[in-house]
């Protein structure tokens, strides 16, 4: 009902403004993932159906060369009107003028309500104190653990690092092709996507990685590691793949996202839930990863108004960002309707409520060399190539470095 | 040439090696029908435990296989002619002399080959920009892949030209025939074969090209397939079915070409047309 | 300006207009872009000059960022490693491959062209089916090994910082082993028959045939075949972002994918092309090679 109203709000706000502009056509051109079930594309072609004055042209590009097409576009005078960036990327455009300050228009918006979103993806969209985005959607990472296995073994799920490693090593069963967890410690973003929360419940944080909680932290990383309680593959093995395992049974536990949730509701032979992630001690600081989008305008757009429109239109239906497109919405005021299956269910209630721990990676300008300091650590720390402080210490220089300290 | 004693060995053996190189091809066939968790399952699977073939109809539709195979197919082609038509004659020439020029003309054909594709693009996109080729997106990719093919086509065809008898050509002008028309009666017809096969490589690689296309081509109409493949990579996820039955579609049918034409240009050659 | 056509069409004009057209051609989008590349690895870029030619200049400034990285040695010698292997046993599989099927049985040629299915297939794909393969639990090849008794415990061809790069070179020589086989083989079928048959007719051994006969007669082949799958191999891409990202802690890492991973991973893109200036030296080293050998060569 109240979608109804917004859509008709919008079509009518856009038809009036079509009358006026009589055939003067606007051409929008927006460049993001086709991924998510095409979420991009199916609300920017929506956007372009609703609109007759306003022609939308939209790029799919693949992840990986997102950010390298947005670099090329800027610096030759290309750039799209609207881009939907990850929120570690973001910081990299706003803090150099590329993206268009909407702060006002913000505030003078009917739609966007910035007192509505969480913390952590609103924070990604910022610098300095203005608002240059609006986050798409948001998510997280939790531990899941089957729960036949657990059952079996009398384990519960663990909430402290120690039960954690503990219960790793009661449901670790190598005669049965069985590991105790597996996450992803990969030499890339996605290694830093899971491993930073560890620092961060330790009291640490981006800037400062190098403090005895996150020393014990990479040093239980080395121990599940040596014991074999984890494949040692996920040192080369993302989250998708690491968790695959996890789904074909050979893994009691994972650390991974709600992105996880249809596949594993389709696959898994076995009862699983989710719980949140371990804390250094008992009711210890909480803390997890952020991940997802941010929508944004670029500076050199010749249709302001119509960008922010697009966007204004695209925040308006956020309450089908779940239902349809698997999607969390990236604020408190929408409830997520029922999957109709119990384990989702349940799973994205814990999910939600990790996402009050969420923090951003940065925000920024140089994050991609902060991340690499933080992966490069972890990797040379589970090989055995450095201890975990002497890694750690390694990756804190390079850090400084780039914070200028 | 004689065939050899014990035939069915040889064929046996053949058989083999084939089959050890072809696992990979067999993997990719039965990643595609596996389920999505199935892949990862240890010990793994040699047949999947309950194959879903409907990824195949699903992937054709959703990513309008047709329309991408087709911009594959004018990349290749475009790229491949380019390059056929400018590599031959500079092949030629550096084949005919031997002197302190070829050697230089072969170091330079070699060295501007160095750089990497994703090193390449960059530059290749300002410059296209500059010159407003980014317009005409397919002719941009088409160029650049041939700049990229150049110099792999230039040092075979060159070493196809070096076991033709320089006499034979000599022969021909002796008869009244220009250099244009030696070159292109006598000499060429000659070296048709191996021009042949070197055009069919590049075309393949010019098939399958990504990272020029996925840069400089921004209007999806216009990409090719090895763009939709990537597209099934996401942040989190990595649609493995999509991806190994996508392309299987696009290897499949290519492989089957290539294998009869193989027959006949390898066979032509071992039968000796060269000599 | 008749003199000129003449020229062009029965003189040495002819030759400077085929070799020119190319030349150009090349120099134009092959030239420009490593001029680019070497200009830019002497300056500062960000996002808003990455489209000019004038930008701060940085001096060596991004070279001794580069040699002062860590993991620069390692890079380097990975490096060394991965073309060197590769291509030595695409060269030496591909050459015995080529032999092989070069006899004449039945089905010879038909089985030949199904080893070209490396030539065809995208290398995303490659390297997400030598992943799966070369995985430590999941993987089909511990698996084999192990039914065989040839090992016990899985081995993490993928992740043990020891063996990280043999899994890409075992993908690559995979990958690299058609192109060797048919243009190797190409090169066999120009040799003509009846020197072997005389050779026979003298007594000369199958080793003493090919050390005698094929490998002279086929050093113009084997000078192109190596020249190009050294540049082949250095631009060797697509394997590892597909099934190591250079991990783990850098075991993997070699020139080509540093310099991607500084360019389109770290948004650096001048010290990207800095390393991409070292790989010069490699292809240098490779040019210099080839046309040596190319010196010796006996037109037909």
Redesign the interface.
Known sequence: MKLNMILGTVAGLSVSLGALMAHAQTTLTIWGLDGDNNLIGTLAAEFDAANDDIVVDFRAIAFDELVPEALKAVATGNAPDIICLDNPDFAMFSSRGAMLDITEMVAASDIIDTSVYYEGPLASAMWDGKLYGVPKATNTIALFYNKDLLDAAGVTPPQTWDELLEAARALNDPENNVYGLTWSAKGNEEGTFQFLPWIQMSGGSFEEVNGPGAVKALELWKTILDEKLASQDVLSQGQWDSTGTFNAGNAAMAISGPWELNRMAADATFDWGVTLLPTEVAGGQRSSAMGDFNWGIFATTEHPEEAFEAIEFFVAQSDRLFPEFANIPPRSDIALPSTGDARKDEALAVFVEQLKYAQPRGPHPDWAKISKAIYDAMQSAMTGQASAQDALDTAQASIDAVLGN | MRPVKHTYLWLLAAFVFSVIYLFPLYWMYITAIKSPSEIFASPPTFWPNDPDLSIYPDVWEAREVPRYMWNSLVIAFGATGLTVVFGTGCAYVLARYRNIWVDVGLFLVLMLQVLPASVMVTPLFVGFNQIGLLGWPRTAVVLGVAAKSMPFFVVLVRAAFMTIPRELEEAGLVDGNSRIGAFIWIVLPMARNAILVCALLIFMQAFGEYIYSASIIQDQKLAPASVGLKTFLGPNSKDWNAIMAYSAMYVTPILAIFILLQRRIVAGLTAGALK | MKRLFISI???KG??I???G???F??????????L??VLMSFQEV??????SFIRPWAGLDNYRYIFAQ?EFWLVMKNTALFVFCSMAGQFVLGFG?AI???????????????????????????G???S??L??????LN?ILEGLGIIDEPV?W????DL?IWAVIIANI?LG?A?NM??L???L??I??DLYEAAELDGATAWQRFRTITLPMMR??I??VL??GL?GT??Q??LF?A?????????SSVT?YW??QM???????AR??TI?ML??VF??M???V??RS?RG?V??
Do not use: C, H
């Not at chain 3, 960000?46 to 489209?51: Q, V």
């Open positions: 069409s029965d003189g002819f030759d207009l085929l070799v057209l190319a030349m051609f090349l120099l134009a989008l092959a030239g420009i872009p490593l680019y590349n960000d996002m808003f000059t990455l489209g860590p491959l092989f099927f070069q006899q004449n049985f039945w089905g010879a040629s038909t089985i030949r062209g199904l080893f070209l299915v490396s030539w065809v297939m995208p290398g995303l794909v490659v997400g089916i030598w799966f393969i995985a430590g639990d999941y993987g089909v698996a993490f993928k992740s043990d910082p990280a995979w082993l192109f048919l243009l083989s190409v090169g079928a120009a003509p028959r113009s082949t000078g192109a020249a190009l540049i250095l631009q891409f697509d972002p099934m190591t990202e250079g991990g783990p802690a850098n075991t080509q310099a991607w360019s389109f991973k770290q948004y650096d893109f990207g092309a991409s790989m010069l292809v240098f490779a040019a210099i080839y046309v190319t060569e037109r037909g």
